[in-house]
């Protein structure tokens, strides 16, 4: 299914304006709050999406009633969100007994971001403020008692969370020491009792990985060296001694997956690695021998990296591997799975489902089914009857026959490379009519892609009768190191010319009106869209800028501290600032040093307390073109991030670009 995603109504709008009309230098809103544009601007930019549609904004964009199943470890109780009249979205359980249902999370200014359960009779969430990121972690009786910030300290962030089954304790990585780097501690999740395992000394070459086993033991970890050599350690059983296995450049793969406690072999591990390929496999390799046992599977085309074991009741036996080719691919592996793969693909045919949940005992299955037309339904399966039920649908508003096809497609760039990505056609489209497009650059850049699948907003465009263009270009993750390093240091540049050799392709195949091309993107894809309008200024039609660099430099000046140590991979992967000649470059591709070249309408939007993409970022360009003379409307929401999670401010932005393409498309 596709991925990355809190309330804001009217008497919000109204109270943020009023506190907007009354700021001072001495402001504590992050960035500069008089930029921002008005709620009557706002509206009326609203108002020109105008037509007799079929389907609203909230039917794409509204949280579903319930979401998120999950089933417990012992099988006795169902967990969901489900959302109230507030679009608050808590955590429910319900006993599969006796029926009874108890509110067991509560949602209340901020996202509940995400939940799961520790043990039969516990639950965990994460939250942060206002989409910050300094994310903590909770938990909570099934009943809502006992409930524990599990990591209270100021300022941290979590970098992963491992359970430790049939144990009371969990082990998270934090930065509650340096800010820069991150530590392993043991949580008692019951009482709260936190114990730190390793420390991690060394800033300029820290541990950036810890690898424990199912028993919560540390056996290795691995350092990065000066930003740019990987090195894996690992702990030798019998001595205790942490030995070095190997060292590769940051670009090359080798990355312990789990351990194989299917095997006797206590140092025997599945493992990912491009080493000597140049598409990322899958191997089962022996640590302390420092040798591949054997090639468990790899794929021609496109990078393998992800496998799903069995718990203990089948020995952690391999289930299935998958990775994203054109579309999802499964490949079952054990008995077990291959009966549940084969009934399921009957059953649901071309959609693509997988296991979101399961009880221990593999006897309840939560199945989850999607296509490019279908947002998503949960079924239950249970493998004694091999029988499914369904348990809900996401969005039954949201009709299958209704909905666009998203079009896998493939073309050569104009320096020879082949370039997928998917076009997502409304039905006007495919009766022959040229019809306007939406480019939507992905965010990331690097190792990132877009995939096959339901995605509201290209289903939403196609509702205005827009098509959605999507490019894996040249940096995206998926298609190999080649294809992925061919585009380090060209962001801005031959990444660019690979979406518009995409616009190009669109066009010929005579889908489109080549007069209605807008270009819209997030993060990354906020940038391609400033650049878009700046490097091809008669290709689009206008540009949506949400949360996008403008300026490369401070972009590089405003890291997280939990970002510094990768510095140097960013300089091989963008520009290296000290070179003069890159920084030459690096000025040329960002947009605020170029806002003469940008003609085309523009709108930007922002949140508030994005720690990736400061809102300096977006302040920058809307000051740069106002100062030019250039109209931009600008929406900052205060209590958002590195994208809109509330349901109110997702509502109102893609209410928002809906308008502004409406106005430019039919001027």
């Excluded at 319900?94 to 971001?113: C, F, M, P």
């Excluded at 493992?271 to 022996?286: A, F, H, P």
């Excluded at 077990?336 to 959609?351: A, C, N, P, Q």
């Excluded at 391609?528 to 290709?539: F, H, N, S, V």
Aim: aromatic share 12%; charged share 30%; hydrophobic share 35%.
């Amino acid at each position: 299914m596709n991925l990355n995603s809190k309330i804001l109504g009217i008497t919000q709008v109204v109270i943020t304006s009023l506190m907007i009309n009354a700021q001072t230098k001495e402001s504590k809103l992050p960035g500069d709050p008089t930029l921002v544009s008005s709620k009557a601007t706002i509206e009326k930019l609203i108002s020109y999406d105008k037509g007799n549609f079929k389907y609203k904004v909230e039917d794409y964009f509204a949280r579903p009633k319930a979401s998120q199943f999950k089933i417990s470890p012992d099988g006795q109780y169902l967990s969901y969100k489900e959302k109230d009249k507030d679009s608050k979205n808590h955590v429910y359980v319900k006993d599969l007994k006796s029926g009874k249902i108890t509110k067991a999370l509560v949602e209340k200014d901020d996202l509940i971001r995400s939940y799961g359960w520790l043990d039969k009779k516990r639950l965990f969430y994460t939250q942060d403020k206002g989409g910050n990121e300094n994310i903590h972690l909770y938990a909570a009786d099934i009943d809502g008692k006992n409930l524990k910030d599990l990591t209270p300290f100021e300022g941290i962030t979590l970098n992963s969370v491992r359970l430790i089954k049939d144990t009371e304790f969990v082990i998270v990585s934090m930065n509650k020491n340096n800010k820069q780097i991150f530590e392993p501690y043991k949580i008692n999740f019951n009482t709260g009792e936190i114990t730190q395992l390793y420390e991690n000394k060394d800033v300029k070459s820290p541990i950036d990985d810890y690898l424990f086993d199912r028993q919560g033991n540390l056996r290795g970890y691995t350092i990065l060296e000066n930003g740019l050599t990987t090195k894996l350690f690992y702990k030798d059983l019998q001595t205790g001694k942490f030995n070095l296995v190997k060292a590769t450049d940051w670009k090359d793969t080798f990355s312990v997956i789990s351990f194989n406690d299917n095997s006797k072999n206590k140092d025997e591990v599945y493992l990912v690695t491009n080493l000597g390929s140049d598409k990322s496999r899958i191997v089962l390799y022996d640590l302390k021998k420092n040798a591949i046992i054997k090639e468990v599977y790899s794929n021609p085309t496109f990078d393998v990296s992800s496998i799903a074991q069995a718990g203990k009741s089948r020995n952690y036996e391999l289930d299935y591997i998958s990775y994203n080719g054109i579309k999802n691919e499964t490949i079952p592996v054990s008995k077990f799975y291959k009966e549940i793969h084969d009934k399921l693909t009957s059953e649901f045919g071309d959609k693509q489902f997988g296991i979101a949940s399961s009880d221990d005992k593999n006897e309840k299955l939560l199945v989850v089914v999607d296509s490019d037309k279908l947002y998503g339904k949960y079924y239950e399966y249970d493998t004694k009857t091999k029988t499914t039920k369904l348990l809900f649908d996401l969005m039954p508003q949201l009709k299958e026959e209704d909905m666009a096809e998203m079009r896998p497609i493939q073309f050569k760039s104009r320096d020879g490379l082949t370039i997928h990505g998917y076009i997502t056609l409304p039905k006007a489209a495919l009766n022959g009519e040229k019809v306007p497009l939406i480019v939507n650059p992905h965010g990331g850049p690097q190792g990132i892609r877009d995939d096959w699948g339901f995605n509201p907003e290209t289903q939403l465009f196609a509702s205005r009768g827009y098509a959605t263009l999507q490019v894996n270009f040249r940096i995206s993750g998926g298609y190999g190191k080649e294809f992925q390093t061919s585009g380090y240091k060209q962001i801005g540049r031959k990444a660019m010319d690979d979406v518009e050799d995409g616009v190009k392709y669109a066009i010929e195949q005579g889908w489109i009106d080549k007069n209605k091309v807008a270009i819209y993107g997030g993060s990354h894809g906020g940038y391609a869209t400033l650049m878009g309008l700046i490097k091809t200024p008669d290709l689009y039609s206008c540009g949506v800028d949400y949360v996008g660099v403008s300026n490369i430099f401070t972009f590089f000046d405003s890291f997280p501290e939990y970002w510094k140590p990768y510095k140097e991979m960013v300089k091989q992967i963008w520009y290296d600032l000290d070179n003069p000649e890159e920084a030459k470059i690096t000025k040329e591709v960002s947009p605020v040093f170029q806002i003469d070249k940008i003609k085309k309408p523009l709108f930007v939007v922002q949140g508030a307390n994005d720690p990736r993409v400061n809102i300096n970022e977006s302040d920058q360009i809307v000051k740069a073109l106002r100062s030019k003379g250039f109209e931009v409307p600008y929406m900052v929401k205060y209590d958002e991030g590195h994208g809109f999670g509330k349901e109110a401010n997702r509502i109102e932005f893609y209410k928002s670009m809906l308008g502004f393409f409406a106005e430019n498309f039919n001027k």
